[in-house]
């Protein structure tokens, strides 16, 4: 039985440093995870959940942040999401891939459960097993402090009553992971003009006008410099961030304005989405499923566009 291997890190939020002797004795529940994670953030009401209950029974949750883009290694853009999301539970900045290095972890969000014995007995990676993670952790709890009164375990209401199918899947839009359906592809580090191309394949991305390819993202140089997606899913999230202080992008639906019973949450009346800070952003939002292009276009400032995340699930 693997032990849990020694979390360290020299920036923690919500508590002092931990220790292998402040977790001893504990059963500990160490959650992976990065801020623009779309998955990652779906977890967030049950690990709260699981914290304030079960907190006082010599249990830790211990948030590894282990970024998946740079921005995500500014400790202040993790603090301010750390707020956002209402996030009270221990978490260790992961910048240097220390810990998800000794985990042997790949996945985001990732879950691994450590009885008092400090031997890792439990993990899960993605969303879901809500009821049968928490029921290891009432278990474990029970092996280290006999027999204790604990809260009846609740089903998990996501999911119920919907129909999920395999939307598009995630697509990143800097050139280390991605592919355009541009004439010529992608101009490496370099700001160039883009031409569409004649037609947009399904699950594929386009640029038009002016843009700058990096890695982990495409920045748009110009005004009405526009990206395009071809999808199929229920909900899409764009990572976002301005190169400035402030960004603006107008979002269109093929080719016209999103219909309101399908506009994401981030997107206004008129089609504008506002970028204050870098993290993700909600296009569309449907209770069933949506086939169609998005055209993301440059209207204030320069934009960074870094992955399209998609949901599949819909409850009609």
Known sequence: MERLPKIAGETWFNTKSLSPIDLAGNVVLVDFWTYSCVN???????????????KDFKFW???????????????????????????????????????WENFANHYWPAKYLANKKGHIVYTHYGEGAYRETEEMIQT??????????????????????????????????????????????YHFDKESKYSPPPSLENDSLALAGWFLA??????????????????????????????????????????????NEIRGLDVDSSGEVKIHYPQMYNLIK???????????RAKEGQFRAYAFTFSGCSSE
């Open 214 to 259: 990096k890695s982990q993202y495409v920045e748009s140089i110009q005004e009405l410099a526009t990206l395009f997606v071809r999808f199929h899913a229920t909900e899409v999230n764009l990572v976002l961030a301005p190169t400035g202080n402030h960004a603006s992008v107008l979002v269109d639906f093929n080719g016209q304005p999103i219909p």
């Open 286 to 296: 449907s209770v069933k499923p949506v086939v169609g292009t998005l055209s993301i």
């Open 61 to 99: 949750l211990v948030g590894i942040h282990t970024p998946e883009f740079d921005f995500e290694k500014d400790p202040k853009n993790v603090e301010r999401a750390i707020r956002e999301f209402g996030i009270t539970w221990p978490v260790v900045l992961d910048n240097a891939y220390f810990n």
């Open 140 to 185: 474990l709890i029970r092996e280290n402090l006999g027999k204790v009164a604990l809260p009846p375990i609740e089903e998990a209401a996501e999911g119920e009553g919907k129909v999920c199918f395999r939307p598009t899947p995630e697509l990143y839009v800097g050139y280390e992971r991605g592919f355009l359906g541009n004439p010529g592809g």
């Open 40 to 54: 990652c953030q779906r977890t967030f009401p049950f690990l709260q959940k699981w914290w304030r209950l079960y």
